[in-house]
């Protein structure tokens, strides 16, 4: 079977304290080669990275916008030791929430403004979080976006005129998990539809929202089979395509170089 990538989990998590082992194992055996754990803020990117260097994962450096209130001063700087590891393959995730809003907008902003100009000197990808902010976030990225650069819209869950701006506005990845399998899901399932396999690529957001037939229980790497069976069957398509297919576009979208 052609390898798959878990383009959005948080191995480092404490969730996965008790048998970090195993979960890297079944993640394996799964056929899941490869795996990028995310950071949210600068302990957890720590965390990230130590993790990366234990079980051979890639990582990303990031602040969440529910962090943004506690970001430092001068978040480049900060950043700096982690865009020299070479496991580093992203900026992120960072982002808009006014769901939450467990960070003032302003400071969500300019947070996610100072994310996307040091992914853009860096030549890295972006990971973005979203969530009901879509004005405020497309109208930084007009202003911040630069040709070439490039990014994915983790744990999409607009709808198809959203995802039609990302894909063919500023050529964004739908990052999709575990969620389009939810039977309140037809949004995102109506917009996977609509803008196909070339722009999707599969994530688990473990230990958060576990795909049926998983629902409920902590998620992990090896349930984005699941995912992508699911996928399979929504866009009519043989399973080892969208395995292959996906796995093709995170490696480009990362520069990843994962046998398969």
Not at 78 to 102: C, H, Q, S
Not at 164 to 172: C, I, K, N, P, S
Request: a negative charge; hydrophobic letters at 40%; one cysteine or more.
């Amino acid at each position: 079977m052609p390898a798959l990538i878990d383009t959005h989990a948080h191995i480092h998590d404490k969730a996965f304290d008790p048998d970090r082992d195993a979960v890297v194992e079944r993640m394996r055996s799964a056929g899941v080669t490869a795996a990028i754990t995310v950071g949210c803020d600068l302990a957890d990117t720590e965390r990230a990275f130590e993790t990366g260097e234990r079980y051979d994962l890639r990582a990303t450096a990031g602040i969440h916008p529910h962090e943004a209130k506690s970001a430092p001063a001068d978040i480049r700087a900060a950043f700096a030791p982690f865009l020299k590891n070479e496991r580093i393959v992203a900026i992120g995730e960072t982002g808009l929430d006014y769901y939450y809003d467990n960070s003032p907008r302003d400071a969500q902003q300019r947070v996610l403004r100072e994310q996307i100009a040091i992914a853009r000197d860096a030549d890295l990808p972006l990971v973005f979080h979203h969530r009901d902010a879509f004005e405020d976030f497309t109208a930084i990225l007009r202003e911040e976006w630069r040709p070439g650069m490039r990014g994915v819209v983790h744990c999409f869950t607009g709808d198809t005129a959203q995802a039609r701006t990302y894909v063919d506005e500023f050529g964004l990845y739908l990052g999709i998990g575990g969620i389009v399998t939810f039977k309140t899901a037809q949004p995102i399932r109506d917009a996977v539809v609509a803008t196909g396999i070339e722009h999707v690529i599969l994530e688990t957001d473990c230990p958060y929202l576990a795909p049926i037939p998983h629902r409920g229980e902590r998620n992990e790497p090896s349930f984005i089979v699941d995912t992508a069976k699911y996928v399979a069957g929504l866009l009519q398509l043989p399973f080892d395509d969208i395995v292959s297919r996906t796995t093709e576009n995170a490696k480009q979208l990362f520069g990843l170089a994962v046998s398969s």
